[in-house]
């Protein structure tokens, strides 16, 4: 199987309720995007005790939102990958919506830690610097610093390059330790590594659409409203090429 660029923008259409389906993920992704500032109205006019619980409450709506449509996008991949009859899941299906999202959220997290706590060393070791008082130690320090600085920038690109292939190996099953079973994920590109090339591309190519449409969109004030539901279309295009990525190992396996 080859991987298709055009039919990940038009498998939406084989749904055919795709048109409320897309208009309600339009409607959170706005939703989620306006949660991110509603917060600024009452930190600037109830003051910082209200702001700070206005605060709270706003960003947990928004977080439980943005997990809510993480989760529909990689239900749409695990349909797309095991060729459900189902292309676009129902809205309506809360807890198996927010289950995906939320294994998701705590795979990649977890898949995560070694840079998150890298770069942790590098706050503590910088706070450190400012209390050396020998230009000695400090000349060690700053070393080690600039080492740690160029291991985080190795690693963010390493996790740049896999991220994707932690997704795939997430969305054939939804299971929390596919984002980090490497065995896993090794097997999957180790006759697919052309494969896992096309799908970076593609999703850098998709990457690159997003900007260019996003802004002609900023460019008036409706515009901007369409955005966020962009985000979210370009989103399930992603998943499209990430399941076509899957199924492509499957092909390769025969």
């Known amino acids: 199987?080859?991987?298709?660029?055009?039919?990940?923008?038009?498998?939406?259409?084989?749904?055919?309720?795709?048109?409320?389906?897309?208009?309600?993920?339009?409607v959170l992704s706005l939703l989620w995007f306006i949660l991110l500032f509603?917060?600024?109205?009452?930190?600037?006019?109830?003051?910082?005790?209200?702001?700070?619980i206005s605060f709270l409450v706003f960003y947990c709506l928004d977080f439980l939102v943005f997990v809510y449509l993480v989760g529909y996008t990689y239900?749409?991949?695990?349909?797309?990958?095991?060729?459900?009859?189902?292309?676009?899941?129902?809205?309506?299906?809360?807890?198996?919506?927010?289950?995906?999202?939320?294994?998701?959220?705590?795979?990649?997290?977890v898949f995560s830690?070694?840079?998150?706590?890298?770069?942790?060393?590098?706050?503590?070791?910088?706070?450190?610097?400012?209390?050396?008082?020998?230009?000695?130690?400090?000349?060690?320090?700053s070393f080690f610093l600039l080492v740690l600085v160029c291991c985080v920038l190795v690693l963010g690109v390493f996790y740049t390059l896999c991220c994707y292939l932690m997704m795939a190996s997430f969305a054939e099953d939804l299971k929390?330790?596919?984002?980090?079973?490497?065995?896993?994920?090794?097997?999957?590109?180790?006759e697919n590594w052309i494969n896992y090339l096309i799908l970076l591309l593609l999703v850098f190519a998709v990457g690159v659409i997003l900007q260019i449409v996003a802004c002609v969109l900023i460019c008036?004030?409706?515009?901007?409203?369409?955005i966020p539901s962009l985000c979210f279309y370009s989103g399930l295009v992603t998943?499209?090429?990430?399941?076509?990525?899957?199924?492509?190992?499957?092909?390769?396996?025969i």
């Open 1 to 26: 199987m080859e991987m298709n660029f055009e039919n990940a923008f038009t498998f939406l259409a084989q749904d055919p309720k795709y048109k409320g389906k897309l208009f309600v993920g339009g």
């Open 38 to 52: 509603l917060p600024l109205i009452p930190l600037s006019l109830g003051g910082l005790k209200v702001g700070a």
């Open 75 to 109: 239900l749409v991949a695990n349909n797309r990958v095991h060729n459900s009859e189902e292309i676009l899941p129902c809205w309506c299906e809360f807890r198996r919506i927010l289950a995906a999202g939320l294994k998701s959220v705590v795979g990649y997290s």
């Open 113 to 141: 830690i070694p840079i998150f706590a890298l770069i942790a060393v590098i706050f503590v070791v910088f706070l450190l610097f400012a209390f050396v008082p020998s230009d000695m130690l400090s000349f060690i320090f």
């Open 176 to 190: 929390i330790l596919s984002f980090i079973d490497f065995k896993k994920a090794y097997l999957m590109i180790k």
């Open 220 to 226: 008036t004030i409706i515009g901007i409203i369409f």
């Open 239 to 253: 998943m499209d090429l990430i399941a076509q990525f899957v199924k492509t190992k499957a092909g390769s396996e």
